[in-house]
């Protein structure tokens, strides 16, 4: 709280202004203020210069690459058979615009998932839900399933990728849900089925 | 369609293969899993020495660079058809290797341990090299000696001056792809140089370049 009412006399001010200097975000005003500084303070001169040798040296890197091992992306390539494009749920959850933004996304997710809930339970639309994840053998396997009051389902999976596996166990949910509602006792409104399906993430060798 | 003899001037290589490409990935009795393989090694191959390099500094040694280039190279053939303009390709997957390098650095965070640094206003890593510096790089000119003391830096730092730096993102730009704030990226930035500074002039690399 008292950064802001740091001296301008005093070298750490004119330091943190060599730092907007190279980061390229100083002022007019604040570069001819450090300017008639570093006229008068060798110190400070000689660390705006050392920074400046630094960033030559930096250079330097660019200028004189690392080379590749022989055979490095070759390698790689040579896998990429067994490498599926993403598609589906996961192919969005995992685009790099979302993963860059992942925070925002999720959060935007989950308002819209609980609006959606809190307007279908409102309005009786959605009678009952069930959620369930479970992990066997390194290989995840996640499904929620919402029953709507006209026989209707929507499936929120968590971990869901391939859309034909999703297409498959959503057959599956209905045909199970079919059958049970069939069944003695069995009420086509009431109830819920729970399915699940592999998750191809965790499946995927990449080695 | 019959082949140009000479290109038309001012048509770059990378241009050239990605109109090829749009040919065959228009031609329906080509495999087309094939062709988009084809194209994504080509792509790759057209920058493999910018992107070894950079997963390099990031990482600041051979074994997790290749290890993290491993993980964004399957991720990035794995959503290679959703990228629309295949002219920022290079943009595209250093994005996808910077985004890895995040997930690297959250594991990493586990194995290290932390202090607070009061000056900062960040938490740091406790500086230690990753692995053994002197055995990172094997060039002799002075570059390597910056690049040596590189690794002395932690990760988090790191990250943000070769991005800056060496790549030439903005401070906007690194606090997009590292999913931190713009303050952040400065405070890191700052301390990252005076950091290099330190080992260059007094540390571990000292007298190794002439410096000042």
Redo the contacts between chains.
């Keep these: 709280m008292f950064k802001n009412k740091k001296k301008k006399s005093g070298c750490s001010y004119h330091q ?1 202004l060599i ?1 907007k200097r ?4 100083i002022t007019p005003e604040e570069n001819l203020e450090l300017d008639e500084h570093l006229a008068d303070c060798p110190q400070c001169f ?1 660390e705006l ?3 400046a ?3 030559d ?2 250079n ?10 022989a055979g ?2 070759e390698r ?2 040579g ?3 067994e ?4 598609r589906g749920l996961s ?1 969005i959850l ?3 615009f979302f ?2 933004h ?2 925002w996304a999720l959060a935007a997710t989950s308002f819209v998932l609980v609006s959606v809930l809190a307007f279908g339970v409102g309005t009786g639309i959605v009678t009952r839900m069930d959620g369930q994840a479970d992990q066997t053998m390194g290989q995840s396997n996640s499904s929620a399933l919402i029953l709507i009051n006209n026989g209707d389902s929507m499936v929120l999976g968590g971990s869901d990728s391939n859309p034909d596996q999703h297409a498959k166990a959503i057959d599956e949910l209905e045909m199970a849900y079919r059958e049970a509602a069939g069944q003695p006792g069995g009420d086509e409104n009431d109830g819920y089925i729970h399915t699940t399906w592999q998750d191809e993430e965790s499946d ?1 060798p ?2 | 369609m019959i082949p140009e003899p000479h290109p038309p001037p001012g048509v770059s290589e990378g241009q050239k293969m990605l109109d090829r490409a749009a040919t065959f990935e228009g031609d329906k009795s080509l495999d087309q899993a094939k062709v988009r393989q084809e194209l994504f090694t080509d792509l790759v191959n057209s920058i493999r020495t910018e992107l070894y390099n950079f997963a390099l500094r990031l990482t600041g040694n051979r074994p997790e660079a290749e290890d993290l280039l491993q993980e964004s190279y399957f991720k990035a053939y794995k959503y290679f058809h959703q990228l629309r303009d295949r002219g920022k390709f290079k943009e595209w997957i250093f994005q996808i290797t910077a985004n890895q390098f995040k997930n690297f650095l959250r594991k990493k965070k586990k194995e290290n341990t932390f202090y607070h640094d009061d000056s900062e206003q960040v938490f740091v890593e406790k500086e230690k090299p990753s692995r053994n510096p002197d055995e990172l790089f094997m060039q002799s000119d002075r570059s390597s000696v910056v690049q040596k003391a590189f690794g002395y830096i932690s990760p988090k730092m790191r990250s943000v001056l070769v991005l800056f730096e060496i790549e030439g993102y903005s401070i906007e730009e690194v606090s997009e792809t590292l999913g931190i704030s713009r303050g952040t990226v400065k405070s890191r930035l700052h301390y990252a140089r005076r950091k290099l500074k330190e080992i260059l002039v007094s540390g571990p690399m000292e007298g190794k370049v002439h410096f000042g």
């Design positions: 943190n730092h190279l980061d390229g975000e000689e210069n050392s920074y040798l630094m960033k040296l930096i330097d890197i660019k200028e004189n690459p690392v080379e590749v091992p490095f992306f790689l390539a896998k990429l058979e490498v599926a494009p993403a192919g995992a685009h790099p993963q860059a992942r925070n995927t990449i080695r």
